[in-house]
């Protein structure tokens, strides 16, 4: 069975200040995909960055920046001078490759608030 | 950019009605899944659909529950017969299912709320 487990519940910082949101995942396949997804105040889920398995390259896009180690099964979201308008719940997800169709499961999110 | 859309944004209904949430997935997507989300909690899974059948289901997704495309671009979530804990805000979403590409795009949402 897959699992995502984001051990953080919620982070408060002030503006400017980088923050890492940590996540560990378990899976049996070999080959997997991970993401990020962001949920602001408004409610609606956006897509933020897929890593698959076989590529553990870190990402860096802007502020944002993704730590993929398949060693300790970890998928970290770092965000560089925080600001107000990236508070948010942030979940984490896996999916499996069993099928084109397969579903996501999401870990229980983390809720990011950065005060000005 | 396209968009996934939903309508309502919300609906509010009374124990045991029927409700027909309505979902507008990315035109050249073929995988279409719903999810929920009760309030302050993980999104959860309900289904996928792919070439006009259920490709999966969760536990959550039992009877009372069905989907449906009923034309080239809409995908419908209908709960038969409402109950209190089905209050939540379900999301739709859609995917290409291309190889290396496996994410999946949300709309925002329909908040449900029983009576």
């Known amino acids: 069975a897959q699992k995502v487990t984001q051990a953080q519940t919620e982070i408060s910082v002030v503006e400017k200040e980088d923050v890492t949101l940590d996540c560990v995942y378990e899976?049996?396949?070999?080959?997997?995909?991970l993401f990020w997804y962001k949920q602001p105040p408004s409610g609606e889920l956006v897509f933020l960055i897929r890593?698959?398995?076989?590529?553990?390259q870190n990402e860096i896009s802007g502020r944002y920046s993704w730590n993929f180690q398949k060693s300790t099964s970890s998928f970290n979201f770092t965000i560089t001078a925080s600001q107000v308008v990236d508070s948010a719940v942030y979940f984490c997800?896996?999916?499996?490759?069993?099928?084109?169709?397969?579903?996501?499961?999401f870990g229980k999110g983390i809720t990011l608030s950065v005060r000005p | 950019e396209p968009e996934v859309t939903q309508t309502p944004s919300h609906q509010v209904t009374q124990m045991g009605q029927e409700v027909i949430l309505r979902c507008v997935p990315i035109?050249?997507?073929?995988?279409f899944y719903w999810y929920r989300q009760i309030l302050g909690q993980k999104v959860e899974f309900l289904v996928s659909?792919?070439?006009?059948?259920?490709?999966?289901k969760s536990e959550i997704f039992d009877d009372q529950f069905s989907v449906e495309r009923p034309d080239g671009s809409n995908f419908t979530l209908k709960i038969r017969s409402t109950k209190l804990e089905d209050s939540a805000m379900y999301f739709c979403?859609?995917?290409?299912?291309?190889?290396?590409?496996?994410?999946?795009?949300f709309g925002p949402g329909t908040r449900l709320t029983v009576t």
């Open positions: 979403a859609s995917g290409t299912g291309e190889m290396y590409k496996r994410e999946q795009y």
């Open positions: 899976t049996r396949d070999t080959t997997y995909y």
């Open positions: 890593r698959n398995s076989f590529d553990e």
């Open positions: 997800a896996l999916s499996d490759p069993t099928g084109a169709n397969s579903k996501l499961t």
């Open positions: 035109s050249n997507h073929l995988y």
């Open positions: 659909f792919y070439n006009n059948e259920i490709s999966e």
